[in-house]
């Protein structure tokens, strides 16, 4: 069996397409597009036709793409993207008006849960300690104990999120990226925001960080010369000490590491700092599966690993 599971995040809309054989798996293909559709919706929680009609060509594109791959079958969900929206179900059937593909709308909960099920059959194979999947605009914490999730909360923070509410334009060709007091802000409201949270302590010593900007920043840790798949919080700090005084050849070099994330980076970073401060981490994993998998496996193999 050949599917695609399509993730409308609110920076990217990606998808993914595997091959499934009985409860194996490969990923055949990936491919990301970045629209930002959270910084479409205004105050009210409204999105506006354009970022509407944005979404629905993107999803249209990889609807061609996934009978082009002989797909078997398609499956579309969103997560904060839509959450944001006064009436999220309004989008939804604009969806399948323009493009015929359903849309399910996941809950804080269900995202997380979905993100854990992608580590457990991808990465974690001791199946205990947490996970933080750091959207555009969520950031969902799941403390789990022998394969279980124990503990899970949606925090309303993600990288797309904390660039827009904390990072104002400024004057000059560097004017779009995070100074330190604007850092130093970010640090502040995240920390307090998992703090608030109330995670059951401890949680271990090691925390998987999921998202494409959880790997992003393993390339720009790898530039540093360390591991890009474990790592310290210490090196999170020394990216942020790195970053919070930009240049030219800095801003340069973000964006040949992590193109499209540039800007969204140094929040993604911060944010995952204060989540580690918090929780006491001492090393932190990058997985390399995540949501997309999870959901995948959930429904096409089976819950339970």
């Known amino acids: 069996m050949r599917v695609m599971i399509v993730d409308i995040g609110s920076n990217t809309v990606k998808y993914d397409a595997f091959d499934i054989d009985g409860d194996n798996f490969v990923k055949i293909e990936h491919r990301a597009t970045i629209l930002g559709f959270i910084s479409y919706i205004d105050k009210d929680g409204v999105p506006s036709a354009e970022g509407v009609l944005k979404l629905c060509a993107i999803l249209d594109e990889y609807k061609r793409r996934s009978e082009e791959l002989m797909c078997d079958s398609i499956l579309v969900f969103a997560t904060a993207s839509l959450r944001r929206c006064r009436d999220p179900h309004s989008v939804i059937e ?10 399910v709308l996941f809950d804080g909960e269900t995202e997380a849960e979905m993100s854990l099920l992608g580590v457990l059959v991808t990465d ?14 969520s950031t969902e914490l799941n ?12 925090n309303p923070f993600g ?25 130093e802000r970010i640090y502040d409201y995240a920390k307090e925001t998992v703090i608030g949270a109330g995670v059951p302590m401890p949680v271990g010593d090691q925390m998987f960080i999921v998202g494409g ?3 992003a920043i393993g390339a720009l840790v790898v530039q540093e010369g360390l591991s890009g798949d474990e790592f310290s919080p210490q090196a999170l700090e020394g990216l942020i000490c790195k970053y919070s005084e930009m240049t030219m050849e800095k801003a340069e070099l973000l964006k040949r590491l992590v193109p499209g994330r540039e800007l969204i980076i140094i929040p993604a970073i911060t944010a ?4 580690a401060d918090v929780l006491k981490i001492k090393t932190i994993k990058v997985a390399t599966g995540g949501i997309r998998e999870g959901y995948m496996y959930y429904k096409y193999i089976g819950k339970e690993t």
């Open 159 to 183: 990288a797309l999120s904390l660039k827009n509410d904390f990072v104002k334009k400024k004057s000059g060709e560097l004017g779009s990226y995070a100074d330190i007091s604007e850092i």
């Open 213 to 215: 900007s959880a790997r």
């Open 143 to 154: 403390v789990y104990k022998d394969r279980k999730s124990v503990y899970m909360i949606s």
């Open 272 to 275: 995952f700092k204060a989540i």
């Open 94 to 103: 604009d969806i399948y008006n323009t493009t015929g593909l359903e849309t």
């Open 124 to 137: 974690d194979k001791t199946g205990c300690g947490i996970m933080a999947d750091m959207g555009g605009g």
